[in-house]
């Protein structure tokens, strides 16, 4: 490994030290999609010898990773409590969830954005 201020790095400083933080970051994330995707695959292929079969979504589950996933998690412990398999995880709460934040977000930006009058057009 090679340190910022090591006689190795010439050039680059505090570039080279972000793309380090960059690419490691990058790892991380890859290896957290890694573990949430192998959960997954295990919950699909281990549960149904139980007589439960979660159906679990892959478009879903790469974006609201830890939500959805526990969401499922919350319903297996639900159905080994009570036995009970309805209702099942909707992934579609999930997005309509995003999307009226998503939504909140970008309209409260627009609104109090110090030049937000400028790009009214009253009619």
């Known amino acids: 490994m090679v340190f910022a201020d090591s006689p190795h790095v010439t050039t680059g400083g ?6 380090t933080l960059a690419a490691a970051m990058l790892v991380v994330i ?6 949430v995707f192998s959960m997954a695959r295990s ?4 549960l149904p010898a139980y007589g439960v079969s979660p159906r679990i979504s892959n478009v879903t589950l790469v974006f609201f990773t830890h939500y959805y996933l526990q969401a499922q998690m919350t ?8 036995g009970q398999v309805e ?12 999307a009226t934040v998503c939504l909140v977000t970008f309209v409260a930006a627009w609104l109090f954005h110090p030049l937000a009058f400028l790009h009214i057009r009253w009619l």
């Open 14 to 19: 505090i570039h080279s030290r972000l793309a």
């Open 30 to 35: 890859l290896f957290r999609y890694m573990a």
């Open 43 to 46: 919950m699909k292929a281990r």
């Open 87 to 98: 209702p099942a995880v909707q992934g579609a709460g999930a997005w309509v969830a995003s």
């Open 75 to 82: 319903w297996l412990a639900k159905w080994q409590k009570t």
